[in-house]
């Protein structure tokens, strides 16, 4: 079992910054490919970014490129969103999910989920 707590939402301006943290416990944390995911209402959950296991490859979506990075450190058990010029549209809850497999975009490979963490963006 890993246990998966976000943190780091909440409310920002179009154009503000926020940064998202995941800590996890249980199982080896290293052992885990890292994933953020966003759900916005009436919307489906869709991917963000992910990060492998030794963080040496990282995927975004392509609305988040150049905006979001993803990071992690193993040491502390952490996966990390930092996220630049939000906007309104980036509106949703934002989950974290670790995946034994490799990294992946698909949310049913995920096999672990924390509870999300809301952020809302003002316009």
């Known amino acids: 079992q890993v246990q998966l707590v976000e943190s780091g939402g909440g409310l920002v301006q179009a154009g503000g910054s926020l940064r998202l943290s995941c800590a996890a416990s249980?199982?080896?944390?290293?052992?885990?490919?890292m994933g953020w995911f966003r759900q916005a209402p009436g919307k489906e959950r869709e991917f963000v970014a992910g990060?492998?296991?030794?963080?040496?490859?990282?995927d975004y979506a392509d609305s988040m490129k150049g905006r979001f990075t993803i990071s992690r450190d193993n040491a502390k058990n952490t996966v990390y969103l930092q996220m630049n010029s939000l906007q309104p549209e980036d509106t949703a809850v934002y989950y974290c999910?670790?995946?034994?497999?490799?990294?992946?975009?698909?949310?049913?490979?995920?096999?672990?989920w924390g509870q999300g963490t809301q952020v809302t963006v003002s316009s």
């Open positions: 990060i492998s296991w030794s963080g040496l490859s990282t």
């Open positions: 999910a670790a995946d034994l497999g490799t990294l992946s975009t698909d949310y049913s490979e995920y096999d672990y």
């Open positions: 249980g199982r080896p944390f290293s052992r885990y490919a």
